[in-house]
């Protein structure tokens, strides 16, 4: 052994996992090396757990906004006709939606009646949003040609009404039975606007998995909208589909340029804005929450190292004196502290992995456990709790844990390659 001894040499290597098995009488520096891994382990698990969860509830919170909304909407600028009446909806809709079909990217451009109404069945009362489209727009829907529950025939559109799952419950209805719609916005008659009261058969349930939508959507037959919603020959929107709805913004022109002057758009994403927000902003900071806790973690190696270094100081005065130069002590003590970063960000890697791939059997074990309740989908808009392992993510977790666990050992093996070997052995 010299001062030129080739950097992390075996026998520093040797050195430092001797070190490490601490004897009985040092159970000290055994303890805290444990204490130190599985600290790390548990922050790195956290952090994989927590980055998962966070990019699939945004993942999901999108695709189902996604599967049962437009990307962008299609709105007539208001305008005054030759009554002097406002005038907000589309006269030469399907014209106008075969040219939107047109451009690059788009995948699906429907006519669409909206409007809000009074839902009562079996003494019970809702207010519930009610979508007017064609049968063959509705299937082209994601969550709706897929959605996860299913009761009943959508094919039977013509026939009567699909209605989301939570309205069906708060009315207390099932397939087969009668829901009456009442719009305040009826028939016109020489004593003014009367309510319009119809009565449908539920001939599908569906729930897409976001409450919002399931609470409170109801579509009905093409048709039966433009009577029921006085919208004969016009209707009040274009609901269009693109490829990459990410990137929303680069088909709008193009869109707006297809449809036709005095037009205006509404996208996925200024509708669901506020959402969007705050779920980055709650990443952010949750980011830097449980960064704070794989730091407070990665100091325990601090701590083991700097009794490491105390407990071994006779040890470094003769391995100094033997010719062993101030670089292969601190890279002895190095090895140590790095090792228990590796090794313990290892292992938080495989339990953070592993939690977020069986997410679902964990989650249902401690809903069980505390009597169910514990995912209010009324509150958080989705029906389950998502997790979406990602390699960026987990790679920024590896490199966050293993870089302050580097750093965090420099200290006390610096401290170490400068210790006196004669103060060391003075007492000896």
């Known amino acids: 052994m010299s001062n030129s001894a080739r950097p992390f040499s075996a026998f520093e290597w040797l050195i430092a996992w001797r070190y490490l098995r601490a004897r009985r009488k040092e159970g000290g ?58 005038v907000r909806t589309i006269e030469t809709f399907d014209e106008t939606a ?46 709706l040609a897929e959605p ?54 539920v001939v599908n349930i569906f729930q897409v998995g976001r409450f919002d939508i399931d609470r409170v959507r109801v579509y009905m037959p093409f048709a039966e909208a433009q009577s029921y919603f006085n919208r004969d020959g016009v209707v009040d929107e274009l609901e269009v589909l693109v490829e990459d709805p990410e990137r929303i913004d680069a088909y709008l022109d193009d869109i707006l340029a297809a449809a036709g002057p005095n037009m205006l758009s509404w996208t996925w994403q200024q509708s669901a804005g506020g959402f969007l927000r705050a779920l980055e902003m709650e990443d952010n900071i949750m980011f830097v929450i449980l960064s704070i806790l794989v730091l407070i973690a990665t100091l325990n190696i601090t701590s083991g190292l700097i009794m490491l270094v105390k407990n071994k100081g006779r040890d470094v005065g003769i391995l100094r004196t033997m010719g062993l130069g101030q670089g292969s002590i601190l890279r002895v003590f190095f090895i140590c502290g790095a090792s228990i970063g590796i090794v313990g960000t290892a292992v938080g890697v495989v339990l953070g992995c592993l ?28 029906s389950q709790l998502p997790a979406e392992l990602q390699l960026g993510d987990v790679l920024s977790a590896v490199a966050l844990s293993l870089g302050l666990s580097f750093v965090v050992t420099i200290f006390p093996a610096r401290r170490a390659a400068r210790m006196n070997p004669v103060e060391a052995l003075r007492y000896e």
């Open 98 to 143: 075969e040219r939107v079909l047109m451009v690059e990217g788009v995948t699906r451009a429907a006519p669409t009646i909206r409007g809000q109404v009074l839902a009562a069945a079996n003494g019970s009362n809702a207010g519930v949003e009610v979508v007017g489209q064609r049968l063959s727009d509705v299937q082209t829907l994601p969550l």
């Open 29 to 86: 520096v055994s303890v805290m090396t444990w204490i130190s891994l599985i600290g790390i382990a548990l922050a790195v698990f956290a952090l994989i757990a927590t980055l998962a969860v966070r990019s699939g509830f945004r993942t999901e919170f999108v695709a189902t906004i996604l599967g049962a909304n437009a990307h962008v909407t299609v709105l007539q600028q208001p305008y005054r006709n030759e009554f002097g009446q406002v």
């Open 355 to 382: 939690f977020a791939i069986y997410i679902d059997p964990i989650f249902n074990a401690v809903n069980w456990l505390l009597g169910g309740g514990v995912w209010d989908p009324s509150v958080r808009f989705i």
């Open 148 to 201: 996860e529950i299913s009761l009943g025939d959508l094919t039977r559109l013509e026939e009567g009404i699909a209605i989301g799952s939570g309205v069906a419950q708060t009315l207390g209805v099932g397939v087969g039975d009668m829901v009456q719609l009442i719009s305040p916005n009826g028939v016109q008659g020489p004593f003014g606007t009367s309510p319009r009261t119809s009565t449908y058969e």
